[in-house]
């Protein structure tokens, strides 16, 4: 968690900010890197505490802005989200290309290594990454001056065995500090004999080991029982609708969402299709996905301001290995007599990431479109992977967003970190 989250990232920053020691005989003037300054350190803060709307509550805390916070206890958390989810976007057009492409080639392998269940390829993508990440940074920033030989931290060495300890001892979700520091509060709060805290502790680890071992063996033991909110409806798969939702079921008045709903039917349900059959749907708020997350609509989201939202109507849809992203208009429900039921999801398509930018971020930097009706589609609810934030690459009227996921979201649902199934 360290290495990532705190060494690593303030080792970037303070390069990027010109605040790293500079020894005789060097100069800062010759540091092209440094461009967070003044001004420019200024409006880059407010651009990241700009993005908060964007984040889904899921996300957990946003970054605050750093040109404010980061010296007041900035949270490993923050900084994660801040330099390895948002920094692609945010130190796009701000730090100089250059420095800017070889951080993105750092994010994209640190985002594999992030992940609970890795690709053989794509950790071999990752390696490959961090190797020419390391050889350019001693390029760029050190250039094999005795001066600038406090740039190559211990962070920095460490990088190339992080794929390399993912073949022998599993992914990093697994030996990740966030995990046991969790276990170190769990058990600190079990203790009840401060008199002898040590023994206390010892014993109440290997009763926890015998009672994990036990339900190892036999999952029945305790069996995973959620509480559901009132109205809310199980839709099989660990797929949860939630409200708000219409009392009574209704004609759709929006021709383009009508002519979505006909598209799909036409296409999956073609024996039962019917030109002029004039569906009746219940809208729904909110999908509870099986990784935890709560999905929600612009039904209702639109109906807070900005300043009031953490926004989570944005999803990533997949289908083997693609992938696209899309905005919720809402849920539905459509049923035609005993022929079919259906629940499924009015959206509308972002466009494909912008293939440039992809390419020259190294997949780091994803810039899609809204298409507002022209990208409008229904879809099986199932197909929904996870809740994702879709963040303005510049001002929001230039109608560009960038995608950013949540980093360590299968270790977040595995410790039971999901959501809360609130009312609404």
Known sequence: ??????????????????????????????????????????????????????????????????????????????????????????????????????????????????????????????????????????????????????????????????????????????STQWTMERSIGNLGEEIKQPSKPFANLSQRGILRSQVNALKAMIPDLEPIVIKLPRGAKELGGDFILLRARDETAHLVDNAAEAQAIQDYLQEHVPDEYDEEWKPRIVRWARLRLPNGQIAHSLWKEDLKP????????????QSEDESAFAEVRYFLHLRRDSAFNLTLAMISLYSAPDPTLYRKSYGALRVCHHQGDAGLRVVNVKSIASVVAMVPLGPADENQFFVAEKLDLDVAHMGGLDEDLTEE
């Open 1 to 174: 968690m360290h290495l990532v989250s705190l060494n690593l990232t303030d080792l970037i920053v303070s390069l990027w900010r010109g605040t790293i020691d500079c020894d005789l005989p060097d100069d800062q003037a010759s540091w092209d890197w440094a461009v967070l300054k003044g001004e420019t350190w200024k409006l880059h803060g407010k651009s990241v505490a700009d993005a908060t709307p964007y984040l889904p509550g899921s996300f957990d805390r946003p970054p605050r802005n750093p040109a404010e916070k980061i010296s007041s206890g900035y949270k490993a958390w923050e900084y994660l989200l801040y330099i390895f989810a948002l920094g692609p976007g945010v130190f796009y057009n701000v730090i100089p290309e250059k420095y800017w492409a070889h951080f993105c080639k750092l994010v994209t392998a640190i985002r594999i290594i992030h992940q609970r269940s890795i690709k053989v390829d794509h950790l071999c993508i990752a390696h490959k990454f961090i190797q020419e990440f390391v050889r350019d940074f001693e390029l760029f920033y050190y250039q094999r001056k005795i001066a600038r030989i406090h740039f190559c931290r211990p962070c920095i060495h460490t990088l190339p065995h992080l794929a390399p300890e993912v073949v022998r001892i599993g992914p990093g979700a697994y």
């Open 306 to 317: 900005l300043s009031k939202i953490r926004m989570a109507r944005n999803i990533k849809l």
